[in-house]
């Protein structure tokens, strides 16, 4: 996980350092840590903070990690596979390596502002290339209100042992499409005969918990902002998620918005109020058991609602 958040965190000041000096070589640029010898720099003060800060602090794995920034283009080698929607441009990439080998690469596109599914141009050019999407690794019982986040993040495999392929897509207002690329080449983390589950292994990680099992899938209508998403069980007969919500629907039409989603979960709606800032329901849950349900919306601004759903066995 450690790595996973360090590479969300250096592409992004990858891309923030590579803009900000325009002036940037991309050819013997780099840097190295981890202990081992400083790799030689080219004099440049902003070139070498750039690489230093991309470089992950002193790992004890006894490895040397070095990273070579490449302004506006592809390294030489590896070669990797990139496809680019019409109009996109290539802001640069970040190769890393570890005892000189090479790790894992970044690379930043802005993409023309209005351009439809960016997603799905990804996901057909790279078939054509032999990568097919990753195994679902989300919890198959995730219930209750999910969380929005903004943007998407699609992997892709070649096998259970990498190369790994993420594409991660944001669509800032007024703004070109922002997609970033990244290559996992070898897997750090695995012991010398140990075994591990990957993003791309067929087994299955094992899921702890029974999760919220009674409890839909709750997602944002158009145009609704959900945060938290808490949820959890209280013994054996009660589940209960919350969040809240941003938002100017009232609370009966986002109670209503939400409804409609427990009703095609097979919730059946027993009986339901709407009086100033409180919407609320009462429900049956399908199947034989006497489970029932409540959800409740709650204005607790101009345009938040706090929201509670739970399932609960008579």
């Known amino acids: 996980m450690r790595g996973v958040v360090f590479v969300f965190v250096a592409a992004i000041a990858a891309a923030a350092a590579i803009v900000a000096y325009d002036n940037f070589r991309p050819s013997g640029q780099r840097a ?3 202990g081992g010898t400083p790799s030689s720099q080219s004099g440049d003060p902003t070139a070498e903070l750039a690489s230093r800060l991309l470089t992950p602090s002193y790992l004890p794995d006894g490895g040397t990690y070095e990273v070579r920034l490449f302004p506006t283009q592809l390294p030489p080698d ?3 596979d990139l496809p680019q929607p019409a109009g996109a441009r290539l802001i640069g990439s970040a190769l890393r390596l570890r005892n000189g080998t090479a790790a894992s690469l970044d690379a930043v596109l802005d993409v023309p502002a209005g351009t439809s599914d960016v997603a799905g141009f990804y996901e057909r050019e790279l078939a054509k290339l032999g990568w097919s999407p990753a195994p679902n690794r989300g919890p198959s019982t995730q219930g209750g209100f999910i969380q929005a986040y903004p943007g998407s993040n699609r992997m892709y495999c070649k096998g259970e042992n990498p190369p790994w392929y993420s594409v991660s897509i944001f669509t800032p207002p007024s703004a070109p499409i922002d997609v970033r690329a990244h290559v996992e080449f070898t897997n750090p983390n695995m012991p010398a005969g140990g075994t591990y589950v990957g993003p791309c292994s067929a087994q299955q ?13 709750l997602r944002a209508p158009d145009g609704v902002i959900i945060r938290g998403g808490m ?9 209960t998620s919350e ?7 009232s609370p009966s039409d986002l109670e209503s918005q939400f409804a409609q989603q427990l009703a095609a979960a097979g919730w059946t709606r027993v009986a339901h109020s709407a009086d100033g800032p409180v919407a ?33 066995a008579n």
Request: charge should be positive; charged fraction near 20%; avoid cysteine.
């Open 32 to 34: 190295g840590s981890q």
């Open 231 to 239: 949820g959890g069980m209280s013994g054996m007969d009660r589940q």
């Open 78 to 80: 590896p070669k990797i």
């Open 280 to 312: 609320w329901s009462t429900w049956k849950l399908p199947g034989d058991s006497d489970w029932r349900g409540l959800l409740l919306v709650n204005e607790t601004g101009s345009d938040r609602r706090s929201l509670m759903v739970r399932a609960e």
């Open 205 to 217: 990680s094992v899921q702890m918990g029974g999760g919220l099992t009674k409890l839909p899938a």
């Open 243 to 249: 969040a809240s919500a941003t938002t100017k629907l």
